[in-house]
């Protein structure tokens, strides 16, 4: 069973200073809002409403009235003038027992396709006398529920705990939408469908005695054109480290075809309000999106990064926030997003937009959110050719009043997989049990210790992880709830089940906040190796092969417990799998070197060329291969061999200091920056395929240049070049390599004293 229920986390919107900006924000080009409007939707004039389904104003023709059984009974029609809020009929519920559900569904009506700025949604007038009010809990309570025909099912259209609870009004009728609950029930995924129906349902539990009565009338579906709206949409990259700038952005959008004036906006930090860049009011065009950058909460004129400090580890709530006097979608004016600040070396990257909308259950039991990540696609400015080791496993989770609150003993299992276009070999799993009571209703925030695990050391490139629920609630509900959060451009990489998962498929239109953290190890491999054949012809009955293998430690510690494995190939195309495998300790900077190796091959293998790969690493994840071939089929010259055999390997021969060297570059490069940011020191490597004139200079944001790193002649190679800051102010400057005519690189960097 599947459904998705809706939690609103909101901020409250804050003044912010209006003062005029000396510079325009950046224009954006938008191009998807000339989205047709439906032929058979009415047209409204600007400011207004209208229905296009009225459920009671010209009677309650077509619906059903049924209990939790299925028996036609409960909900009645009941025409009394005297009590309706029009001169109609309504629907009633009197004096009903505890032990009650009961269902009024709407019949079937058609959903039109909507424009940008057009929204529909549901309303109701209700009025209710509640008996026992002292006794109600969160499991007494009422909701509109929606059927979707493309998926023949029905869903709560609700967004406070599923449900709504509403305290007596003393038969006052109201509007929900205009009772302080506006636009809650936002029909907007619903749209161009045929086919779709409403129905309202009640929950009375035994334990409630039963209430006097509850009415509902007009019950509408509406479509809205707005004429002024501005939202904004805040971005705050991963990662958000102490002492790590984060060049976060809000663009604020029109959403409509008409001007908008005197626009203002800011962004929140734990209910701080601070600036945006440049500063506020704006006028914006129709259909225009501005560009604004975050300031830093501490010191202003660090313009356009927030520099976290030691006092923001943690979890921090911020938001983006607009102000507009004539918007009529105040729905859309505030942004939220939750953001965990983590301690300096810990980088957190997830795939997800931090924008937390609500939480939803997943399809089915042993199943979970899969969400790929790619630490250089999500942010290349500080993911750019590393190794890491995995330090945590995150994910922010939700335990559901409709599924029991916490099922005792609840536990849950992370998969870390390879990288690819699908998940590839798992490298680690952990079994996480929640710390929490049986029965609590909340958050929950799943942070798994995983440092030094087998399999989560030496990583590269991108993997999968994979949430798998395993423990049930009440009512066929999996637990704990997952959090959804907002599109964005990488909900690509975010699938509801691991068997969806397929690189750029995107099976749902929100992502799920299911993070990893890492600590950089640099960007070299830590370990090399090379294979040297010497003999490689196998007689037919079976013979043996001899190979020389050199391995080299790169890193200054040892690496414990590395592998040395082999995998042969076949003829046929059929692979042995790790064949061989060897475990030792690897000292820094050691060469190890094993003069001669023999490798038996049987008798019964096939005739033919074979594959000889060697691996060096934390299987499956290696750091350097190397591959020979080698032929079985010669003339007979001895017994038969009749098994694979290999010898045991002793890597504890010939250690000598190395001094790791590399072929010459095959083309111009210039590395990025590492440390970045940095306090006063950092270096980057050009990449130089023949001799040249090199210059390396380092400008500020004005185009100034401020440092001459170096300039003259240099050799083919590698050049790893220092750039001190000592005698700069803070801020943003740029290193530019030349090469004249060959090559003219810049790298950004960030100096933080």
Not at 88 to 116: H, I, K, Q, R
Not at 169 to 178: L, M, R
Not at 343 to 359: I, K, L, Q, W, Y
Request: proline share 7%; aromatic share 14%; glycine share 8%.
């Amino acid at each position: 069973m599947k459904m998705t229920t809706i939690v609103l986390l909101t901020i409250g919107l804050l003044a912010v200073s209006a003062n005029a900006s000396s510079f325009e924000p950046v224009a954006i080009e938008r191009s998807n809002f000339t989205v047709p409007v439906d032929g058979n939707m009415p047209v409204t004039d600007s400011n207004m409403t209208s229905p296009f389904f009225e459920g009671f104003e010209t009677g309650a023709a077509g619906w059903s009235f049924y209990d939790g059984n299925g028996e036609t009974v409960g909900w009645q029609v009941i025409e009394d003038p005297d009590l309706a809020w029009a001169d109609a009929c309504y629907l009633g519920l009197e004096n009903v027992e505890g032990g009650t559900v009961l269902y009024a569904e709407s019949p079937a009506f058609d959903t039109p396709t909507l424009a940008a700025e057009e929204t529909m949604f549901l309303d109701v007038y209700f009025a209710n006398v509640w008996m026992n009010t002292d006794n109600l809990t969160e499991s007494f309570w009422w909701r509109p529920e929606i059927y979707d025909p493309n998926t023949d099912t029905w869903g709560p259209l609700a967004s406070l705990h599923n449900a709504v609870y509403v305290e007596s009004n003393g038969g006052v009728w109201e509007s929900f939408s205009t009772s302080g609950y506006a636009y809650d029930w936002n029909m907007e995924d619903y749209q161009g469908l045929d086919g779709v129906k409403v129905r309202f349902v009640f929950n009375v539990p035994a334990d409630i005695t039963g209430f006097d009565f509850m009415r509902l009338d007009n019950v509408e579906v509406f479509h809205r054109s707005i004429e002024h709206d501005v939202s904004p949409v805040l971005k705050i990259p991963y990662p958000t480290v102490v002492d790590y700038p984060v060049f976060g952005e809000v663009r604020l959008s029109n959403n409509t075809m008409y001007p908008a004036d005197n626009v203002s906006a800011a962004w929140t930090l734990n209910g701080q309000t601070c600036n945006l860049l440049p500063m506020s009011p704006y006028n914006m065009d129709p259909y225009q999106t501005s560009l604004l950058f975050i300031s830093d909460p501490v010191d202003p004129d660090n313009v356009d990064f927030w520099l976290p400090t030691v006092d923001d580890i943690g979890v921090n709530h911020l938001s983006a926030t607009s102000s507009y006097a004539d918007d009529e979608n105040p729905t859309n004016d505030i942004y939220p997003m939750i953001v965990n600040v983590m301690p300096s070396g810990h980088f957190e990257v997830g795939a997800d937009s931090r924008g937390f909308t609500s939480n939803l259950s997943i399809p089915s039991l042993n199943d979970g959110p899969v969400v790929h990540l790619d630490a250089e696609e999500i942010n290349p400015d500080y993911f750019f050719d590393q190794y890491y080791d995995l330090s945590e496993l995150r994910m922010w989770t939700y335990f559901h009043q409709a599924a029991g609150g916490a099922p005792a003993n609840a536990s849950m299992t992370f998969h870390v997989y390879q990288g690819g276009n699908t998940p590839g070999d798992e490298l680690f799993s952990v079994d996480y049990d929640f710390d929490v009571d049986e029965g609590y209703v909340g958050d929950y925030n799943v942070v798994v210790d995983i440092e030094g695990e087998p399999g989560t050391r030496w990583l590269s490139g991108d993997v999968w992880v994979w949430a798998e629920i395993t423990s049930e609630g009440l009512n066929g509900y999996p637990q704990p709830f997952i959090y959804q959060t907002i599109p964005n451009h990488l909900q690509h990489n975010h699938f509801d089940s691991f068997a969806d998962a397929q690189a750029g498929n995107n099976v749902s239109d929100y992502g799920y906040h299911v993070t990893m953290t890492m600590k950089h190890l640099g960007t070299e491999p830590p370990v090399s190796m090379s294979m040297t054949p010497i003999h490689t012809d196998v007689p037919g009955n079976g013979g043996s092969i001899f190979y020389q293998l050199e391995i080299i430690s790169q890193v200054d510690y040892p690496l414990d417990d590395i592998c040395y494995w082999v995998d042969i190939v076949a003829p046929e195309g059929v692979e042995l799998r790790e064949y061989k495998t060897a475990f030792f300790n690897a000292f820094p900077h050691r060469h190890m070197f094993i003069q001669s190796i023999q490798n038996a091959v049987p008798g019964w293998a096939p005739d033919g060329v074979y594959e000889f790969h060697g691996y060096i690493g934390y299987p499956p994840m290696y750091y350097d291969s190397d591959v020979f071939i080698f032929v079985k089929g010669g003339a007979n010259d001895g017994p038969t061999v009749q098994n694979w055999a290999h010898d045991d390997l002793d890597f504890g021969g010939e250690e000598e200091v190395m001094a790791v060297t590399s072929d010459l570059p095959t083309e111009y490069a210039l590395s990025q920056a590492y440390p970045n940011p940095f306090n006063p020191t950092t270096s980057l490597d050009i990449y130089l395929p023949q001799a040249g004139d090199l210059n390396v200079s380092v400008y500020n944001v004005n185009g100034q240049q401020v440092d001459v790193v170096t300039s003259g002649m240099y050799q083919a190679g590698r050049h790893t070049l220092t750039i001190n800051g000592s005698q700069l102010a803070s801020g943003v400057y740029f290193v530019r390599a030349t090469v004249p005519g060959k090559m003219t690189e810049m790298r950004k960097l960030v100096l933080m004293k």
